[in-house]
């Protein structure tokens, strides 16, 4: 496959930056926060940075689709789809802590090709292309090479619906605290990706996510040398909404674990 036309990370890079710019500025100020549900929330910075996305990529690619997590989007018909989260790490944000992003990736024909994610705090620009490589502010990126997972640090996170789905969640978690060395929880699945395709966390695993919030992560991951799955271990959909990455020597054994909680379920046993 052929580089992506350079356009297309240029502009990535140009859009998540400038929502950098704008998470940074507004940080730690008052600002109006909604709920989408019990626990999902909005604020007007996440609606603010969307917007300038959208107009900057209409502008740039009038012909190209927009999917983004607050304003919808996802025309038929479009080959050139941008998918674009404006603040992944929208409860941080809310509540002061400075563990959140912006993240966008484009897909051609239904496969992502280009992705950036950027980190305003630690000013950390990740970055792939399909076929080129991933970077880390410039600098080529490679996952782990953890090949147990009793020295492995996983990272994970909560679904919305984790109030009602309490028993199922926790004991997931449950049983791959009894396996891994660690297991953190940032509140940011863009950045949960991108620190396992630059090697600080040998696996991610997280259900009921949206493709905003693992497209760009996803190719970083593969792009750095990793692997990423269902959690079912079946190939990826991002519009399905669960997802396991690794360093890719650990992957099939995070399946394990997986398969063996859900098995134990589906026999009635915790």
């Not at 940075?49 to 999917?67: G, K, Q, T």
């Not at 998918?83 to 992502?112: K, M, Q, R, W, Y």
């Not at 147990?148 to 004991?171: K, M, S």
């Amino acid at each position: 496959m052929s580089a992506p036309d350079p356009r297309y990370l240029a502009t990535a890079i140009e859009v998540v930056t400038a929502a950098g710019a704008i998470q940074r500025a507004r940080f730690g100020q008052a600002i109006r926060v909604d709920k989408k549900g019990a626990i999902d929330l909005v604020t007007e910075v996440d609606v603010d940075v969307e917007r300038a996305a959208r107009a900057l990529l209409a502008s740039r690619f009038p012909d190209h689709d927009i999917l983004a997590e607050e304003l919808g989007g996802g025309r038929d018909g479009a080959s050139h789809r941008w998918v674009f989260d404006p603040l992944d790490g929208t409860t941080n944000f809310a509540h002061g802590v400075p563990i959140f992003c912006a993240s966008l990736a484009l897909e051609i024909d239904g496969e992502a090709v280009v992705g950036a994610v950027f980190d305003p705090n630690r000013q950390e620009l990740f970055t792939a292309e399909r076929g080129v490589g991933a970077w880390l502010n410039g600098a080529p990126i490679r996952v782990s090479e953890t090949s147990t997972l009793i020295d492995a640090l996983l990272v994970t996170g909560f679904p919305y619906d984790v109030h009602d789905r309490l028993d199922e969640v926790i004991g997931l978690f449950k049983a791959y605290v009894g396996k891994a060395r660690a297991i953190r929880r940032l509140g940011s699945a863009a950045i949960d990706l991108c620190w396992t395709a630059a090697g600080r966390m040998d696996g991610f695993w997280e259900e009921n996510l949206q493709p905003w919030d693992t497209r760009a992560g996803a190719l970083l991951v593969e792009e750095a040398g990793g692997r990423v799955t269902g959690l079912d271990g079946k190939r990826w959909d991002p519009y399905a909404r669960h997802l396991l990455a690794s360093n890719g020597a650990l992957h099939d054994a995070m399946l394990e674990v997986s398969q063996a909680y859900r098995d134990r379920r589906l026999n009635g046993t915790p």
